[in-house]
């Protein structure tokens, strides 16, 4: 008999849900519909860079790669990423048009969700354009079945219908709506008529005018970030980025002193995109594959776990978030991460974070703010924070931007009070809104037609596929829709999820960052529930890189999976043989200041700084502005542009991998012409000091040296670099500034 199944959402949980339940099982098994209340798939990844209004900015990149951020059966190889008047080129072929790079932006996200949709669901399962009101199950016949009353829209009317369903996922989103933070402000602030410092969440920041009221950018600024973890890194750096693009840009507004504090309730570590890693070869590769590997689990079998985090397993994190990092460039809060007295470690992935920390761009500062007051002048707000027994008070604050994170109940709304209270509800706790014990924070044996799907605060791609996976099998196996099935995997008890739900709100330090972050836990149970299969490839049977691309469920297109495994292999092997990523190791570590030394006995005395901007070259995905500022003779005077100063342009390209460097034109910002790049060696001159040399090669000639250059790295820390010109030396060491 099939059972119908109501999704709720098209965004990544309910597409993947929706699909599996499609193909996964013999056909009849499941008839599914669709409720989303857009007209587009995709959730909050449907953005564009012409629809920048979203939730998400659509030049937001990813924190992890793009084999981590995708389903099992379908590779980034066949996504057409091609874009003509901000919106995606139709009716392409097979073979990609456009190759998506290593972390992809948002709006490129969105497109490999439509195509997942135009791939694997059929156009009438998605009921576009209608909103769910209401849930509550009721007896229909002799069971117990899910009630929904429905509100569709079009260009004339909307119209209201209810509908019945044997099985209900809720796939809206665990992130569906900015969780609502009293910061003490007698009224808000928009409410006043004078320009005023305005205090934003910041799915609402795209650019510096978003900070003021009257949308003018202030000569200078103190900006208050509040907020640690992922997106209060990632905001931070965004804004650091802007103020820097604006004063270094050819469209310069040239802004006065700026700076960006930014509040954590405890110290966290800043992992870059890239991480160095190998013991007897040092290499570069994308950070998830040195967080999501099984040679970092030392449990065997892998087991899904859940709750607080003990000593040991917190000192294993901070080790290898240590070793990652390298020394002196945590990018963390005042204090150390390596406090014992901090178990459970926080972390945040950025480009760029920890760079604008040691170039004083971003102050970061533990604590947390008690409350904002309206300074006397109303131009500016005073904000009162406490770390401790200790209280500091930070003046004339030009702009807030909180990133305090979101509050899952909004997409509860729709679900029936009696429901909600059987499943233990609690809308105060925004980690634990719900106590679902089986199938990897799935489902609850309260009510067994329900299912949620992507509702936790760690929603990997991989797990919600495997969330989606295990569900289904447990509802084909239900023959009675009011008892739980004997396939549902019980993978905590209501007991144990309670007590977490209360401890959540305190401050207790072995509370970790994402309360259902064991990604390894759940793809290993799950597929050992399912009785499904893993792909080794090269890698050992308890060795290699965690994705979804590994693991095959009932319905995968395993050819689909095997071009990402082998797109996989192949920048694996190119990372170890060819130096991948190298290159963009070092166009991050140049971010800051230099000072220079010279030992070939010249009177100089240089300083260096690299000034990151947005990219005004669209072959080149990042760009700093370099300026050399000398009391002697100019260095390399060919491009000065003052007696005592050289510029150029500095960038690095995603498809060649490749840092080129450019002539700089009169007015001092614009590039010129490409002057070389840098011609990196395939493997680290040395394995202790890690060191990577770099012949700097003529644009235009096939052969020649102009340079050679040396970059010694700790983890993926760049600790400095040398520059060999004949017989000249200069050797380059990071001056780090604080405030």
């Known amino acids: 008999m099939t059972k119908s199944v109501a999704v709720v959402g098209a965004g990544p949980s309910g597409l993947v849900a929706a699909k599996t339940f499609l193909h996964s099982h013999p056909p009849g098994t499941f008839e599914v519909s669709i409720f989303e209340k857009t007209a587009n798939v995709g959730g909050l990844w449907d953005t564009y860079p012409q629809r920048p209004n979203g939730v998400i900015n659509p030049e937001m990149r990813t924190n992890v790669s793009k084999y981590t951020v995708a389903f099992s059966d379908l590779s980034w190889e066949y996504v057409n990423l091609r874009m003509e008047d901000g919106e ?8 990609r048009p456009n190759k998506a790079p290593m972390f992809p932006k948002a709006w490129q996200v969105g497109l490999y969700l439509q195509r997942y949709y135009d791939r694997y669901i059929p156009p009438y399962v998605v009921n576009f354009n209608t909103r769910v009101l209401r849930a509550e199950r009721t007896e229909k016949g002799s069971h117990l079945q899910w009630r929904l009353e429905l509100e569709s829209s079009t260009c004339e009317a909307t119209s209201r219908t209810e509908r019945f369903f044997d099985h209900l996922v809720i796939a809206s989103g665990f992130f569906s709506g900015p969780r609502a933070v009293n910061f003490g402000l007698p009224v808000p602030l928009d409410c006043i008529s004078e320009p005023t410092p305005r205090v934003i969440h910041s799915t609402h920041f795209r650019k510096l005018q978003d900070l003021w009221s009257d ?49 954590c309730s405890q110290p966290l570590y800043a992992l870059p995109l890239f991480a160095q890693i190998g013991s007897t070869k040092k290499y570069f590769t994308p950070i998830d594959f040195a967080l999501y590997d099984y040679s970092t689990r030392p449990d065997n079998p892998v087991q899904f776990s859940i709750g607080k985090m003990t000593q040991a397993r917190a000192r294993k994190m901070r080790q290898l978030f240590s070793e990652i990092i390298g020394e002196a460039d945590s990018g963390v809060a005042e204090g150390t991460a390596e406090s014992e007295e901090i178990i459970a470690p926080y972390v945040a992935i950025s480009e760029s974070y920890s760079s604008f920390v040691n170039s004083g761009a971003i102050v970061p500062l533990t604590g947390r703010v008690k409350s904002l007051h309206m300074g006397t002048n109303g131009s500016h707000l005073r904000a009162t924070v406490i770390h401790g027994e200790s209280t500091t008070h930070i003046e004339d604050i030009t702009a807030v931007v909180y990133a305090t994170g979101y509050s899952p109940s909004t997409a509860l709304n729709f679900l029936s009070d009696e429901v909600k209270a059987q499943l233990g509800f609690d809308s105060t706790c925004p980690h634990i809104p719900l106590l679902l014990e089986q199938n990897f924070i799935t489902n609850s044996a309260q009510v067994p037609n329900l299912a ?20 289904a099998h447990t509802w084909a196996k239900q023959h009675e829709r009011d008892l739980p099935a004997e396939s549902a995997c019980q ?17 207790q330090s072995s509370i970790p960052q994402n309360w259902f972050g064991d990604y390894a836990g ?159 060696a395939t493997t680290a001159l040395d394995t202790e000091a890690s060191t990577w040399t770099a012949r700097e090669r003529p644009a235009e000639a096939k052969v020649g040296v102009r340079k050679t250059r040396r970059f010694r790295f700790s983890g993926a820390h760049m600790e400095a670099f040398s520059l060999e010109d004949g017989c000249d030396l200069r050797l380059h060491h990071r001056d780090k500034i604080t405030r």
């Not at 003018?216 to 208050?224: D, E, G, Y």
């Open 452 to 471: 949620f799907i992507g509702f936790t605060d760690a929603p990997y791609w991989g797990g919600i596929e495997m969330q989606a996976r295990v569900t």
């Open 215 to 263: 949308g003018m950018i202030r000569q200078s600024a103190k900006v208050l970030v509040i907020g640690g973890s992922y997106s209060g890194c990632e905001i931070a750096a965004a804004i650091a980025m802007q103020f820097s693009n604006a004063r270094y840009s050819p469209t310069r507004h040239e802004p006065g002193p700026y700076e960006v504090i930014h509040i």
């Open 88 to 95: 995606a080129v139709q009716n392409v072929t097979e073979c």
């Open 522 to 680: 759940i793809m290993e149970e799950g597929l050992r529930a399912l009785k499904a299969e893993r792909k080794s490839c090269d890698w050992a049977e308890q060795d290699g890189f965690i994705c979804p691309a590994r693991y095959l469920g009932a319905g995968t297109d395993e050819a689909e999976a095997k071009v990402t495994m082998d797109d996989i292999q192949q920048t694996l092997k190119s990372c170890r043989e060819n130096g991948l990523f190298v290159a963009r190791a070092v166009f991050r570590g140049l971010h800051g200041r230099w000072k220079v030394s010279s030992l070939a006995g010249s009177s100089d005395h240089s300083t260096i700084e690299f000034h990151p901007r947005l990219s005004t070259d669209p072959d080149h995905a990042f760009e700093y502005l370099y300026v050399e500022s000398t009391t002697g003779s100019i260095a390399e005077g060919k491009d000065a542009v003052s007696d005592n100063e050289a510029r150029y342009i500095y960038r690095y390209s995603e498809a060649a991998d490749q840092i080129t460097i450019w002539s700089i034109k009169d007015d001092g910002f614009s590039a010129g012409y490409q002057l070389s790049y840098l011609d990196f």
């Open 491 to 507: 993978t905590s008890s209501l007991s144990d999820l309670r007590n977490l739900q209360e401890s959540s709100h305190g401050a």
